[in-house]
């Protein structure tokens, strides 16, 4: 029979999460997370396998919470507009701090490591996310394109938040980019009308 977890899962799995943003995965232990967790080194491997494990369940559970708060705000302002505001927003974050964003991170450590599935998923989530709100305002031809940049341009925008890059530079990436994505919507609006 298998006993039920004795400790909350979601408050787990934060600390998991600001261990590995902080710390990076290669310079965290089973023992690192066994002191951020509060959980012994069997009930890692019991609940969730180890420490891969416990990545992706991190990963899994960062990226639901990003999903979350992009929907949320999509709801509020869509489109261009929207995309901008999101944009601009990763400056302020509280959680896209000198640690960087979990995902990112774990991108740039590991690469294209084969064995991190959630790392890819979450990109394309966020390509998806970022065609859907493109479709609103740009002719079916131009969306691929236009998600494929703005997904290079924030992930390049964690990493620099993560570098203490000047903010000023990030903030004329974002205007210029969205320059021309509002100048190119317009164009076509002109085209068709």
């Known amino acids: 029979m298998v006993r039920p977890r004795e400790f909350d899962e979601g408050q787990v799995l934060e600390a998991a999460v600001r261990r590995f943003r902080r710390h990076g995965v290669a310079r965290t232990s089973i023992r690192d997370l066994e002191t951020a967790t509060g959980l012994t080194n069997g009930s890692i491997y019991n609940s969730f396998g180890g420490k891969d494990g416990l990545l992706a369940a991190a990963l899994a559970h960062y990226a639901g919470i990003g999903a979350e708060r992009r929907r949320a705000h999509f709801e509020r302002t869509p489109g261009i507009q929207g995309l901008e505001t999101l944009f601009v927003s990763l400056l302020d974050a509280p959680d896209c701090d000198t640690s960087?964003?979990?995902?990112?991170?774990?991108?740039?450590?590991?690469?294209?490591?084969?064995?991190?599935?959630?790392?890819?998923?979450?990109?394309?989530?966020?390509?998806?996310?970022?065609?859907?709100?493109?479709?609103?305002?740009?002719?079916?031809?131009?969306?691929?394109?236009?998600?494929?940049?703005?997904?290079?341009?924030?992930?390049?925008?964690?990493?620099?938040?993560?570098?203490?890059?000047?903010?000023?530079?990030?903030?004329?990436?974002?205007?210029?980019?969205?320059?021309?994505?509002?100048?190119?919507?317009?164009?076509?609006?002109?085209?068709?009308?």
């Open 100 to 193: 960087g964003c979990l995902i990112t991170n774990v991108a740039v450590e590991l690469g294209g490591d084969p064995g991190r599935p959630e790392v890819a998923g979450e990109m394309a989530a966020l390509t998806a996310e970022f065609r859907r709100q493109l479709e609103r305002d740009l002719a079916a031809d131009r969306v691929e394109a236009a998600a494929a940049r703005l997904l290079m341009l924030y992930q390049g925008l964690l990493v620099l938040i993560r570098a203490r890059h000047p903010r000023a530079a990030c903030e004329t990436a974002i205007a210029d980019e969205f320059r021309a994505l509002r100048d190119l919507a317009t164009r076509e609006c002109d085209a068709r009308t």
